[in-house]
Structures are given as C-alpha cells and as structure tokens.
C-alpha cells in the first residue's frame, strides 16, 4: 500500500492528472509488485477555478490508471487553496518476489530505465522557458509507468530496486546503499538526460529541493580525478535533481547488465547502465559513491 500527492507541474489539467497518477503507482512498480486498486486524493480551490480542471485532472489520472490495469474506486475531495492530486495505491507481490532496496550485491551493476531532469525542466516549464520539444519529453517520460520496465528486470533476475523520485538519484542509490551495506561507482557521462536538462541547469534553473538533496549526499561522494569542468558540476546536480515519475534504479549481475539495457531500449525506454557496486572498505563507509567522469 502507497500514497503520494503532488502539486502540478504542468498547466494542463489532464496531463497534470496522469502525471501524479503515474507518480503514485511508481512505488508499487518499484516493489516489484502489481498495482490493483487505487483513490483519488484530490485538493481543489473549487471557488477559484472552474470545474472543468477539476474534471481534466480526475480525467487524466483515470486514463493513466486504466493503462496500467488500475481501477480506481473511489477516494477523497478537499477543498484547498492549491491544487494538488494523487492516489493511494494497493498492489501485490509474493512474498519472495518483493524488490527492496537492501537486496544489491556486490559486482553487480546499476541499470537505470528513464532520463533525468524532470526537476530542473519542471523549474523552466513554470517560467515559460522550455521548448515545445522539451515540455512534451519530459511529460512522456512522467507519464511512462514502470510496468514494463518491472516486467523486463524480472526476466533478468533483478535483486533490488527503487524509484527515482523525490531524493533524486544520488539519494535513492544512497539507500539502496546503506540497506546492502555496499559501495558504488556511477559513470557520470553515461547519465541519460532529458532534452535541455543540461542547458537548463546552465541557466540555474535548479530548484531548491534538488541543491538540498546533493548537500544530504555530499559527505559520501568521492571523485574519480577532479570534477573540475563546469559540466562535471551540473552532471552532480542533475545526479541529484529530484525527480517526478522518474524510472527504476536496478540491480543486476554485471553479466545480464548489457542485455537488461538492450531489453529496456527494444521497449522505448532510454535505459544505461550507469554504474557498479562494490564491498565497503576500511575508508570507504557504506553509502559512498564514487563519482567517475570521462
């Protein structure tokens, strides 16, 4: 059972709705389990705006649920000064089929199934400052459930996972981290972006939760060489940028790690594998992440 509710990223009602409703079922996904049932929590100004972006966002969830084989079957409505839209989600999984994020080993290798920069683009997209090309990549990727990317691990023996979401990636692997008591590498240069991610980030249109969540992970973060060049610096911050329906962090043996890759792309995903784990040593707490850029 999971809940989540966001505020909108984008103006429009429907897409906003499926973009939450993706988000919320995304847990469910990263247990390695299959959502069921899901209510609507829903927060409106209904003296404010009209009742037909209310009626857009319960839209745009529903058609997100359904895609998913989701069926929601009732919830909860408050009057609110800002909007705000989500689900309380319940799926299933066997018992020894749950995904968490304590179950990596070491020599194993990190696949990540979606881009980053859903934080930084959402800043420009509130500022008008995205290109219509940019705005519709990154409502395709918030609006991309897990399913299929949970499904294809399954098929190659993935042992832990999480969702990128609120802690950014550097934070989400810091937990799987800690809960397996490992180590890691990133290979920073392999990070799928999202269009103008990184252009963004240039401009500073970084927001707060992002700058927060890469100060939480900084003691941790070793570098391969010096990360002295200006792209080196905003790789870290998009590493930390906190995500909205983002995609799964996976664990596989380093030997499936390329087919696992090829199995997610022949799906439409922009999955890489982005890095390997490692045992902890004498100098290295578990949690370190060593930063390599190339």
Not at 84 to 104: F, P, Q
Not at 242 to 255: E, I, K, P, R, Y
Not at 258 to 269: N, W
Request: include cysteine; glycine fraction near 12%.
């Amino acid at each position: 059972m999971t809940a989540d509710v966001i505020a909108p990223i984008v103006d429009e009602a429907e897409s906003f709705g499926a973009i939450a409703a993706t988000n919320s079922v995304s847990d469910i996904y990263a247990m390695g389990g299959r959502p069921l049932y899901a209510l609507n929590l829903v927060f409106f100004p209904d003296t404010d705006l009209p009742v037909d972006v209310l009626n857009g966002i319960m839209d745009g969830g529903r058609k997100a649920c359904e895609a998913m084989g989701v069926a929601i079957i009732g919830g909860h409505t408050v009057r609110d000064p800002e909007v705000k839209y989500g689900l309380s989600v319940v799926g299933e999984v066997t018992i020894d089929g749950i995904w968490s994020n304590r179950k990596a080993e070491a020599g194993q290798a990190l696949v990540l199934t979606k881009a980053l920069g859903t934080g930084i683009l959402g800043t420009a997209i509130k500022k008008g400052l995205t290109t219509a090309e940019q705005k519709q990549a990154a409502v395709a990727s918030m609006t991309t459930h897990n399913g299929t990317a949970m499904d294809v691990g399954r098929r190659f023996g993935v042992t832990a996972c999480t969702d990128v979401t609120g802690f950014g990636l550097l934070g989400h692997l810091r937990n799987i981290l800690i809960g397996s008591e490992l180590t890691a590498t990133l290979y920073m240069n392999e990070l799928p972006l999202l269009p103008g991610a990184m252009d963004h980030a240039k401009e500073g249109r970084i927001p707060g939760g992002s700058r927060a969540n890469l100060n939480f992970v900084r003691s941790l973060l070793h570098t391969d060489g010096k990360a002295a060049r200006e792209t080196d610096e905003l790789l870290t911050l998009i590493a930390a940028d906190a995500q909205t329906s983002g995609g799964l962090l996976l664990t596989v043996s380093a030997d499936k790690a390329a087919g696992l890759e090829a199995a997610l792309r022949d799906e439409g995903m922009p999955a890489r594998v982005i890095g390997e784990l490692a045992e902890t040593a004498p100098d290295r707490p578990a949690g370190s992440t060593t930063l390599r850029f190339r």
